[in-house]
């Protein structure tokens, strides 16, 4: 099965706490990417970061980080300091690389409300 | 440059009117995709066109939903004889063909049938 769980529905952090989104997924496929994109109450999906199955070094950008294991099937984003500005809902997700499959397989997303 | 335009950015429909819904990907993307969203909910793959054809269909959630894209461009999904459980955010994405690319998000299309 090609499956990506978000088990964290809704978090709430006070500004300037750090905050991790888990992302879990399962594909029986060997080569694959896996995204997270930010939607904001705008609406507008935001492309965060892209990581290729063979890439498991971690990642920084500022104040998100990424954590890729693929010994837990997991590419986990946390968020330093978090700021007001961060409140949105992030999405984890998917793209398998098997002949004939074109879908990305996104999770339910996690909302994130980080509160003054 | 531009981004993934939609229009209408909201549409209010009768139930059992038919509505389309369009896009204008980024030029040069050449793989297209349509999700829905409802409230609260994740996003549902609907259709995948690469260029103008379909190779994916799977998403449509029925026969009363259908799309089309022309010229490798602008695209256009139809809902004909709308129903309350159509009410949703439509979004469409392009990207350049391949597995590795980003997508890129319209802002979406949100579709109230009354």
């Known amino acids: 099965a090609q499956k990506v769980t978000q088990a964290q529905t809704e978090i709430s952090v006070v500004e300037k706490e750090d905050v991790t989104l888990d992302c879990v997924y399962e594909?029986?496929?060997?080569?694959?990417?896996l995204f997270w994109y930010k939607q904001p109450p705008s609406g507008e999906l935001v492309f965060l970061i892209r990581?290729?199955?063979?890439?498991?070094q971690n990642e920084i950008s500022g104040r998100y980080s990424w954590n890729f294991q693929k010994s837990t099937s997991s590419f986990n984003f946390t968020i330093t300091a978090s700021q007001v500005v961060d409140s949105a809902v992030y999405f984890c997700?998917?793209?398998?690389?098997?002949?004939?499959?074109?879908?990305?397989?996104f999770g339910t997303g996690t909302r994130l409300k980080v509160l003054a | 440059g531009a981004g993934v335009s939609q229009s209408p950015s909201n549409k209010v429909t009768e139930k059992g009117k038919d509505v389309e819904l369009r896009c204008d990907p980024i030029?040069?993307?050449?793989?297209l995709y349509w999700y829905r969203q409802s409230l609260g909910q994740g996003l549902e793959f609907l259709i995948y066109?690469?260029?103008?054809?379909?190779?994916?269909k799977s998403g449509l959630p029925s026969d009363r939903f259908s799309a089309e894209r022309t010229g490798g461009s602008v695209s256009t999904l139809t809902i004909q004889r709308t129903q309350q459980e159509d009410s949703a955010v439509y979004l469409c994405?392009?990207?350049?063909?391949?597995?590795?690319?980003?997508?890129?998000f319209g802002p979406g299309t949100r579709l109230t049938v009354t």
């Open positions: 594909t029986r496929d060997t080569t694959y990417y």
């Open positions: 990581r290729n199955s063979f890439d498991e």
């Open positions: 066109f690469q260029g103008n054809s379909a190779p994916d």
């Open positions: 997700a998917l793209r398998p690389t098997t002949s004939g499959t074109y879908k990305y397989i």
């Open positions: 030029s040069g993307h050449t793989a």
């Open positions: 994405a392009s990207s350049f063909q391949g597995v590795s690319y980003e997508q890129y």
